[in-house]
């Protein structure tokens, strides 16, 4: 098993674009988590899902969504980007909802916004 | 509200010294307080967590939660060590985490 993948690896948007993020979990896993990393700072939460349906959300604004597919694949999407989403964005996945479980992270996407 | 406090942004030691990573934390209640680690090109990982109070690659961290610290050692630094340093939180449950801002480590021969 690769481990999480996350796809792509880089990005470059502008200012007002919209940009899809996509994360593959651990086989058998059924949980994903995302989160934000700005650089200096550690990674900050944004979603969970677990069996398809949101079980968490963090402190992000609604131009931020994101959805899990039957395979447990999951895709965040950020609408009207701005200059101050420039991130590190990280998918987290565990074979279970809780705290708990272990979460295994992706390499992350890294994505600049001009 | 939930918080991680790492003070130090840097943290450079000689080969063969002691090594202690400060992790301060806000919480009403009892967290779980983990340790997480990234190596140069590599994904974040767990190292360990208060929990399974295992010593993974010679390292240990204490629960004080009269000081609510989670403080991780390691009496001997090797160069291998060299990394960013991430000290975590979560509640009960199903909870995020919550990082602090991270230590980079640079052990030094």
């Known amino acids: 098993d690769a481990g999480v993948t996350q796809s792509p690896t880089h990005l470059i948007k502008t200012r007002g674009q919209h940009v899809t993020l996509r994360c593959s979990p651990i086989?058998?896993?059924?949980?994903v988590s995302w989160y934000q990393q700005v650089l200096g700072q550690g990674p900050q939460f944004i979603f969970q899902?677990?069996?398809?349906?949101?079980?968490g959300r963090g402190n992000f604004p609604d131009r931020f969504s994101a959805r899990q597919f039957p395979n447990y694949s999951s895709e965040l999407n950020v609408n009207a980007l701005l200059l101050g989403d420039s991130a590190l964005y990280l998918c987290?996945?565990?074979?279970?909802?809780?705290?708990?479980?272990?979460?295994?992270f992706g390499p992350g996407t890294r994505l600049t916004v001009l | 509200a939930q918080r991680v406090t790492q003070p130090e942004k840097l943290l450079s030691v000689f080969k063969g010294a002691p090594v202690e990573l400060k992790c301060n934390y806000s919480?009403?209640?009892?967290?779980?307080l983990f340790w997480y680690v990234q190596y140069s090109r590599q994904r974040l990982q767990l190292l360990l967590r208060?929990?399974s109070r295992e010593s993974i690659k010679g390292f240990t961290a204490d629960l004080n939660k009269g000081e609510t610290s989670f403080h991780l050692k390691k009496p001997f630094a090797q160069e291998e060590d060299s990394a960013m340093y991430y000290c975590?939180?979560?509640?009960?449950?199903?909870?995020?985490?919550?990082f602090g801002k991270g230590t980079r480590l640079s052990v030094i021969a």
């Open positions: 987290a996945s565990r074979d279970g909802p809780n705290s708990y479980n272990e979460q295994f």
């Open positions: 086989s058998g896993h059924k949980s």
């Open positions: 899902y677990y069996e398809k349906e949101e079980r």
């Open positions: 919480y009403s209640g009892s967290p779980e």
């Open positions: 208060h929990i």
């Open positions: 975590a939180l979560s509640g009960p449950g199903n909870t995020p985490l919550v």
